[in-house]
């Protein structure tokens, strides 16, 4: 059974750091895309940074760019969202997500909050 659990959200303060992780089961991390996404209260939801199966490579949002860094370890099956210098505006619930082929599977999320 394909399963996605996120964990590592919290209240941080504005300038502070945060480090999520996305455990996954039932499927093999490397064979897919694998992405961070968020949603803020009242906004849609948009792609945060994203680690793609073949070779590792990334691409981030801009407004993300220099901040947080995706990666992920194979051995333990598991994605990472390495969020540094956090603005207020980084506050929402951030959701993973596997894609690829007949695969298109979303974690439950993890709430961030980045106030003083």
């Known amino acids: 059974q394909v399963q996605l659990v996120e964990f590592g959200g919290g209240l941080v303060q504005p300038g502070g750091s945060l480090r999520l992780s996305c455990a996954a089961s039932?499927?093999?991390?490397?064979?897919?895309?694998m992405s961070w996404y968020r949603q803020a209260p009242g906004k849609e939801r948009e792609l945060v940074a994203r680690i793609f199966s073949i070779g590792g490579s990334t691409n981030y949002a801009d407004s993300v760019k220099g901040r947080f860094t995706i990666s992920r370890d194979i051995a333990q099956n598991t994605v990472y969202l390495q969020m540094n210098s956090l603005k207020p505006e980084d506050t929402a619930v951030y959701h993973c997500?596997?894609?690829?082929?007949?695969?298109?599977?979303w974690g439950q999320g993890t709430q961030v909050t980045v106030s003083s």
């Open positions: 997500n596997a894609k690829g082929g007949y695969l298109d599977s």
């Open positions: 039932g499927f093999i991390i490397s064979s897919y895309a």
